[in-house]
């Protein structure tokens, strides 16, 4: 099998496993929960301030720079396919978080050290940042030789594991939804890969 179907499965029946937990039982409460109280004790002014100023970061301005800056430079190279592919992943990402933050309702912890509104699960942070990730990857391992590629795919996920770290650190979202948003894009984007790259 693949790497690439492996990771469809494996992220799949993970925000699956996660998505029905948080609707129904929520039996990873307890774990959640002190995961979050975890963190709480690394709290500080300096520390906090440096982990919102990051999270802030990712939300209002990477992403909108990064999705804006990619497709303008796939659209002058003329490059359609892998703009629809660029485009399709971050548009799709976010109406699908968007829909399940809607249908679930989860509430954010009430130990969060400020609200950033709406639903907590799943980490639209996570997914998106996941996104973005995910797309270097997709679109530039060509460049990269077979022996380093697993390499460049850890790299790309530099990013996001830290802006999700912050999610939890802040907490804002419970280690499910971080989880949840990771899978769920990667998910989506590993089933546009089969249709826009499928070799």
Known sequence: M?????????SGLVFLGLLLDAM?????????ASVLASFQGMWSGPMNS?????TDLSG?????????GLLTYLGFRRDWNTFGFAFSSLIGSLFLFS????????????????????NSFPSGHAAMSTIMGLLVYFIFKSRV???RRTLFLVACFIF???????????????PTDVIAGVALSMSWIIVLSYIYQPR
């Open 99 to 118: 829909f399940f933050k809607a249908w679930v309702g989860r509430a954010r912890p009430e130990s969060m050290l400020y609200d950033p509104g709406l």
């Open 50 to 54: 440096i982990v919102l100023w990051i």
């Open 145 to 147: 030789s077979e022996q």
């Open 2 to 10: 693949k790497r690439r179907t492996v990771g469809l499965v494996v």
């Open 160 to 174: 996001p594991v830290l802006i999700s770290f912050t999610r939890i650190f802040l907490n804002v979202h419970y």
């Open 60 to 68: 209002h301005v990477a992403v909108p720079v990064f999705g804006f």
């Open 24 to 32: 129904w039982a929520y039996q990873l409460a307890g774990v959640d």
